[in-house]
């Protein structure tokens, strides 16, 4: 589908008039060729004009959205209170009993109750059932306007996301068909002037979960057991983390926060940038040990590292340290942690002072009981000894913002989104004392993306991490809305994810050999297309008389609702409308305004090209017989149309950051990734013209004939909602590298290796007692007999050697856990080969001395 009709599609019908005149743009350029120094003026203004209103739009929408959310709020504390009086004067037998999330309802039916057969003061009850009776009708109306909130919070930022993508492209046309160069001043001077794409939507989210769970709850938010999950031996704890797309942030956290509330520590405090930064500071020696037993999964791993919440200002510093336990040892992987002041960490870490005396301070003062400080004691010493008899010091600092979902006090359903993850270095290793002999840099707080950081000495990573913690009876599932959540093109499961290895493994390279399994694949696209499958819903109510494009289709279809257009990712290059293609085919020469001569030689020169680029595409697909390009067939051999779309997990075609242009990200990195955009994307084209044999210099007039097309190595097919899928079969480690790929190994698996050793060793044994038998009982002059005795020797050495050496063979790989095949798939045979010769060659020279 062209840009031109998709963005007609895409947008929100209310909205419809806000969004950038893509179509109006692209005939100005057209209609206005060759092009001149006053129409470049006439484009440039309407340009401004666009994005003016563009961000002028986008922010008073958030304004509006701010305003609506905290009337809201006002009105149902309001109607919270007007309840809780009606329920004081109702329910006075009552009184000790604490209110629910369902008093309300249960309220109004007792009170029907009440009063269905009474007869005296009919006037006062049947007022006083109205009143209740408005109040929950008024909570129903506000689940409804809440709902519209959610959704056009959504909207929102496809909004921004489909605008951008419509100025991106219609400079990038510009730039193409007039032969002015406009993007970088587009780039440098335009989006500084309209910043529309740096919309930080947290603040939204996070008051709009506040509101969501009051109305969800009658205003009495749901407080579950906090040891819920915890302390329980009943309860299967599990934890798995997941990739998250830059633009399927926004979308995740409201589909989430349907289900658990934001959490927030101080309700009661305006939400402000810092109050979802985590920064952490871990430690480690110049062999790496620590990283090596966290990649490896080694019994007793330790990670040590230094946490902190909020700004670098603030004075309380946790100490942590995660020790990794093998399932085989019945032991659980644990988390420990104290607290120490900022301005004692040095003399800390250089053991010139212990946590005693203040983890005693805390007994004295009855926060502690002894027997925690005792454990607290036992830490703080084991991390301070360790520290220093393994020459640890600070190697890495990782940042991000943290949004989290728990009910209060209920540790049943934990998840938490973290975005703008970064990465940087704090070592020395080099030379180059980045901490200036402190236990932490000073030269960076948590202005991400860090731009007073070299880049050599950060890493930006493009995805957001989530995290989801469960806690489940035994035998239970988990929650229908979590497994459709996991199952959603939302997120991309990576198991074992590690922001401390990504770090040193991208950022340490010389002093590291073996990689993480995914750190190969983060050049691949994890965008999935929206499947019917996919139940992570922002739904307007059907109610409303809003149509919109975010509305994804329900498990439940209704015919009104189906036929409505969804979202579709607005890639598509060299997009142009049928109807405007079709008037510039029966006229070409009218509208390129070209004299004859020049009009041919450029129609021959097209016609040449085309005619190639079918030649080449007839040569690749003829070995493999391809379907034509008009249509492809899917692994079920069902034909289906032909659609530009998203490319999906495994994809060929390499992931930059740098050349990602995304206004759901952070505007930091946005800023980066515009200064880097022009020469990084001439660069790529270049080099994807130099792997087709081609020259360098050709990717510029490769830029015209096709914008940003990719080559690929692998098959590609296109799935049902036109979508190309594209499979690699494997991945390649970098040079001078080895992929860590992650191996269990127990106990058991040892023991196996001894008993198949003992096995063979068994056998060889039989047969060294059949070839001493034969040697010692049979006539030296037994010519047959010696022979045999020599075969059955020979058989019995070969097979305790072979068995010794897979013994040893295994044994060594396991203790590498190397990911190998340990089946052995010819040794067997051979010796029983070996076995049934000795035995033929005995019969058949004893058969022949008859």
């Known amino acids: 589908m062209k840009f031109g009709r998709r963005i007609k599609d895409s947008r929100y019908s209310e909205w419809a008039d806000q969004y950038i005149d893509y179509s109006g743009l692209k005939k100005q350029i057209k209609s206005n060729l060759p092009w001149n120094d006053i129409a470049e003026a006439d484009f440039v203004q309407s340009l401004k004009n666009e994005l003016a209103k563009c961000e002028k739009f986008q922010r008073e929408k958030s304004e509006e959205l701010m305003s609506k959310i905290t009337t809201l709020e006002k009105e149902v504390v309001g109607l919270v209170e007007k309840a809780g009086l009606q329920g004081s004067e109702d329910a006075s037998d009552d009184e000790g009993e604490e209110r629910t999330p369902g008093d309300v309802e249960r309220h109004v039916e007792s009170h029907r109750d009440d009063d269905a057969g009474s007869d005296d003061d009919d006037d006062d009850d049947a007022s006083s059932d109205i009143s209740v009776d408005a109040i929950e009708e008024r909570f129903r109306e506000l689940e409804e306007e809440v709902a519209v909130l959610v959704a056009d919070v959504h909207d929102l930022a496809l909004f921004t996301k489909l605008n ?14 007039t032969g002015f160069s406009l993007k970088p001043t587009f780039n440098k001077e335009f989006l500084e002037r309209h910043p529309f794409y740096r919309m930080n939507y947290d603040p939204l989210i996070v008051k709009l979960s506040k509101l969501f769970d009051l109305v969800r709850t009658r205003g009495h938010p749901v407080e579950g057991d906090s040891s819920a999950g915890g302390s329980q031996n009943a309860f299967v704890r599990s934890t798995t983390k997941y990739w998250v797309h830059d633009e399927n942030i926004v979308p995740l956290k409201l589909a989430i926060m349907k289900h658990l509330p934001v959490l927030v520590f101080d309700p009661n405090k305006e939400f402000s940038k810092a109050d979802s930064a985590i920064t952490s500071i871990y430690f480690d020696n110049e062999d790496l040990e620590l990283y090596l037993g966290r990649l490896e999964k080694t019994e007793g791993a ?183 959540l996991i199952n959603s093109h939302l997120v991309e499961a990576v198991p074992k994810f590690s922001k401390f290895i990504h770090g040193c493994a991208s950022l340490l390279p010389e002093r590291v050999d073996l990689v993480p399994f995914w750190l190969p694949q983060m050049d691949q696209d994890i965008r999935k297309p929206v499947s019917a499958k996919s139940r992570v819903l922002i739904e307007r109510p059907h109610s409303n008389a809003h149509s919109s494009a975010s509305a994804t289709t329900s498990a439940i279809h209704s015919p009104a609702r189906s036929s409505q257009p969804s979202y579709h990712e607005p890639v598509s290059e060299g997009e ?4 405007f293609m079709i008037q510039i085919a029966k006229n070409e020469d009218e509208h390129l305004r070209l004299p004859p001569g020049a009009a041919a030689e450029a129609r021959a020169a097209r016609d040449f090209r085309e005619k190639k680029l079918r030649d080449e595409a007839h040569l690749k697909a003829n070995p493999t017989s391809k379907p034509s390009s008009s249509s492809k067939v899917n692994g079920n051999g069902n034909e289906h149309e032909e659609i530009d779309g998203l490319p999906r997990r495994n994809s060929s075609n390499k992931y930059d950051p740098s050349l990602r242009i995304d206004p759901l990200a952070s505007s930091d990195r946005f800023d980066k990734n515009v200064s880097l955009l022009d020469a990084k994307s001439l660069k790529k084209l270049n080099e994807a013209v130099a792997a087709r044999g081609g020259k360098p210099g050709q990717g510029q007039q490769e830029e015209v004939d096709s914008e940003d097309e990719h080559e690929h190595d692998v098959d590609e097919e296109e799935d049902e909602s036109g979508n190309q899928v594209i499979y690699v079969d494997q991945f390649r480690a970098p040079p001078g590298k080895r992929i860590a790929v992650p191996v269990r190994v127990e106990p058991k698996v ?5 008993r198949t050793f003992l096995k063979w060793s068994h056998f060889a044994i039989l047969l060294s007692g059949v070839s001493i038998g034969l040697l010692n009982f049979i006539d030296p002059r037994d010519s047959v007999g010696m022979l045999s005795a020599l075969l059955f020797t020979l058989t019995a050495l070969l097979a305790i050697t072979y068995s010794g050496g897979m013994y040893v063979y295994r044994i060594v790989k396991l203790r590498k856990r190397m990911a190998i095949d340990y089946h052995d798939k010819y040794g067997p045979t051979l010796l029983c080969a070996a076995l049934v010769g000795s035995v033929l060659v005995n019969l058949v020279l004893r058969l022949r001395e008859l």
């Not at 142009?576 to 109807?579: I, K, L, P, S, V």
């Open 576 to 579: 142009e409308d049928e109807e």
């Open 164 to 177: 951008f993508t419509g100025f991106i492209k219609i400079v990038k046309k510009h730039d193409k068909l």
């Open 302 to 484: 330790e990670a040590i590292r230094m946490r902190w919440y909020g700004d670098v200002t603030g004075i309380t510093i946790f100490v942590e340290r995660k020790t990794h336990r093998e399932d085989w040892t019945g032991e659980k992987s644990v988390k420990e942690r104290f607290t120490i002041k900022e301005d004692k960490m040095n003399a800390f870490l250089a053991g010139h002072y212990t946590m005693d005396d203040e983890f005693d301070a805390l007994v004295k003062k009855g926060k502690k009981t002894e027997k925690e400080v005792e454990g607290m004691k036992q830490l703080a010493n084991e991390v301070q000894y360790a520290i220093i008899t393994r020459k640890l010091r600070p190697v890495m600092r990782t940042f991000y913002n943290r949004t989290a979902f728990q009910l209060p006090g209920n540790a049943t359903v934990r998840i938490s989104l973290d975005t703008e993850l970064t990465m940087v270095r704090e070592d020395d290793f080099d030379g180059h004392d980045r901490t200036n002999r402190n236990w932490r840099r000073t030269d960076l707080g948590i202005d991400h993306p860090f731009p007073t950081i070299a880049p050599s000495e950060k890493e930006l990573f493009p995805y957001g991490v989530l995290e989801v913690k469960l806690a489940t009876k035994v035998g239970e599932e988990p929650p229908q809305w979590i497994r459709d």
């Open 750 to 754: 040892v023991f196996a290796a001894e």
